[in-house]
């Protein structure tokens, strides 16, 4: 049993394709990705080495910054959102629909699967001013609310409540099956015994119910926040980063610095600094997570 | 964090409950209803059901606005109110987005690179988990590690480099560009998804066929594969709609409208016919959304289960 078990080129036959694929598509990338960043230049006119140089403009680069920010506040808003709909939702799953459920928790998940353009196109129908009126300003005309009606994504402050309702809209139900499954798992004679000690309500979410969800809940903040941080595809889709750079996050500034500009070494900077970015924020949870703990 | 909490309540009086719904914990404890609360009940019920068609029509009206706008003729849209009903089934929109709108060649190239991609990525992944869970060999776990560190790199890390290398190989704008990242990129989870089915194998059952004279393509083929083939489905269905749902990479390495799939294809459609033509995009876009839609009503519990895993293990 043992030789079957230990044969050595049949486990390199077995593992050594897939890692060899992973390597090349994945991980050897990582790495070139690094080099890039101390090089100028894209695959038509070649690459010369600057040493520095694109970390010195990363850090004077406005354009950045600009993006930078609006990431964090993208992200902080609907990490917010996803997390705090998708745990109320739970809430309302396990404690009001019980065993009925099912459905809701089909229904509302749905939104994750579809093709996130087609939701971009849907939104921006709902959302248009123009060559007609969209649902929702359609919606306030109806109302006489006509103060209302604007072109909500033509200017930066209503299009980032657009994106961020979208991004939550899409993502929620996700979120809510998540901690859902960690709600279900939480003994239920925990819950009796809280009850019968008086403790009811918010109290009873807020002291026993959260602590204990609180591993699964991380998982979920962490996955989503990473998420939110890498926001593409909604906002290339809804807005293209606009009006003017308004919507635009590092992912998007860092595809039109390589694609349309051809700077492959600051693009693999701002790559890397998103990386890096999401590792921090990674990091950030987890050591909170464990000061709350102890 | 919840140490004493639950302790100190003892000691005090018990504060006026606040949701009586909410300490109804599990249907176990429905025998022990009170009438008084059923009848308090109804008035707490109220707030919640309407909260619930809320959430309902949030999460639904949007795609049956979808629907029903992808059937109306251009006029209809300036004339009638946008929530009125299509005066009629104009197909033709539909026609247009297949047709003239190019959804229908969009569609034969996401399925010409979605599922090359999904058959190699199983073909790899498979064998992969299991010489990583059931083989025994030392770096096993390191390896494990490896793929482990590719689920939460961000793409845009890969972009560059790859486009680099399709570039001097003469793949950009050809699917192979597409099927290979699409590949290498499912792969990470894939593996580590798999090699979490093939551990939930009771070991002695492998060991028993070893011992009944199974050779090791046997015990893989016969026995191991078979017992997680339902993890199997679950992450090519998780796959696929990662894969289907691919902008970025579609968008990086292919420019040529002949080869564009649904996803870029969609981006682009606004710009094809300006915003004037609203009932062909709104045709174009439920292509888009309602064979996906299906699959999911179809195999939702089993979606739901492999997304979630998915997010677990990253």
């Known amino acids: 049993m043992e030789q079957i078990l230990r044969n050595r080129r ?26 890039y960043t101390f090089f100028e230049g894209n695959v038509i006119g070649g690459f010369h080495f600057v040493g520095l140089q694109n970390y010195r403009q990363l850090l004077s680069d406005a354009a950045f910054w600009q993006a930078l920010v609006f990431t964090l506040k993208y992200a902080v808003t609907v990490t917010a959102g996803q997390i705090l709909l998708g745990l109320l939702l739970a809430l309302l799953y396990v404690f009001y629909l019980r065993r009925a459920s099912a459905l809701v928790r089909t229904l509302v998940f749905f939104p994750v699967v579809l093709p996130t353009v087609a939701v971009a196109q849907l939104f921006a129908k709902i959302f248009a001013i123009a060559p007609q009126y969209g649902l929702v300003n359609a919606g306030l005309a109806l109302l006489h609310l006509d103060g209302w009606i604007q072109a909500w994504l033509g200017q930066g402050s209503t299009a980032f409540w657009v994106l961020a309702l979208m991004d939550i809209w899409r993502a929620m139900g996700f979120y809510a099956v998540l901690l859902y499954a960690g709600l279900v798992e939480i003994p239920a004679e925990l819950i009796e015994a809280a009850r019968v000690d008086g403790a009811s309500g918010l109290r009873l979410v807020w002291h026993v119910i959260l602590p204990l969800l609180l591993p699964i809940l991380l998982s979920a903040l962490i996955f989503s926040i990473n998420g939110t941080l890498k926001v593409f595809d909604s906002i290339l889709a809804l807005t293209g980063g606009g009006p003017g750079q308004a919507t635009t996050p590092l992912t998007l500034y860092m595809f039109n610095t390589a694609f349309s500009y ?19 924020v990674t990091i950030m949870i987890f050591g909170s997570a464990r000061r709350d703990v102890a | 964090m919840m140490r004493s909490d639950v302790a100190a309540r003892s000691s005090r009086p018990a504060p006026a409950p606040v949701f009586t719904r909410v300490a109804r914990w599990s249907p176990r404890s429905r025998s022990q209803r009170q009438p008084r609360r059923r009848r308090l009940s109804w008035l707490w019920r109220l707030p919640v059901r309407l909260l619930l068609l809320l959430l309902l029509t949030i999460e639904i ?17 300036s004339l009638r109110p946008l929530w009125a009903l ?4 104009h197909w033709q929109n539909y026609v247009e987005a297949w047709t003239t709108g190019n959804i229908g060649l969009y569609f034969l190239n996401s399925v010409l690179t979605v599922f090359p991609a999904l058959a190699l990525i199983l073909a790899l992944s ?9 083989m025994r060999w030392r770096g096993r776990n390191l390896v494990l590690l490896l793929f482990l560190a590719g689920i939460m790199v961000p793409l845009q890390i890969l972009l560059l480099p790859l486009f680099t290398i399709y570039f001097h190989l003469d793949l950009i704008d050809t699917r192979w560009a597409l099927i290979i990242t699409y590949t290498g990129f499912g792969l990470p ?10 551990k939930a194998i009771p070991r002695e059952l492998l060991e028993a ?12 083929l016969r026995v191991a594969v078979p017992l997680v083939s339902n993890g199997l489905v679950t992450v090519a269905l998780v796959q696929f709609f990662f894969l289907w749902n691919d902008l970025l990479f579609s968008l990086t390495f292919i420019s040529n409208d002949q080869l564009r799939t649904i996803q870029t294809g969609l981006l682009n459609f606004t710009g094809q016919y300006g915003q004037v033509a609203w009932g062909p995009t709104f045709a174009a876009v439920s292509l888009a959304v309602f064979p996906t839609l299906l699959l999911y009503l179809l195999l939702n519990q089993r979606v739901i289960k492999g997304l979630t895993a998915g997010a677990l293990k990253g």
Do not use: C
């Not at chain 1, 049949?10 to 080099?35: E, T």
């Not at chain 2, 593996?191 to 979490?196: D, I, K, Q, T």
């Open chain 2, 86 to 89: 299509p005066a009629g089934l």
């Open chain 2, 126 to 134: 498979v064998p992969a988990g299991f010489a990583l869970e059931v």
């Open chain 2, 189 to 198: 989870l894939t593996v580590f998804l798999m090699a979490g089915y093939f």
């Open chain 2, 209 to 220: 066929a070893i011992l009944d004279g199974a050779g090791l393509v046997q015990l893989f």
């Open chain 1, 262 to 280: 051809g700077q492959y070494g600051y693009g693999s900077t701002l790559a890397m600094a998103l990386a890096v970015l999401s590792l921090i």
């Open chain 1, 10 to 35: 049949a486990i390199v036959l077995l593992v050594g394709p897939a890692l060899l694929v992973y390597s090349g598509v994945v991980l050897l990338p990582i790495v070139w990705s690094l080099v």
């Open chain 2, 61 to 77: 009206y949007p795609l049956i606005w979808l629907l029903l706008s992808s059937f109306k003729e251009d006029a209809e849209f």
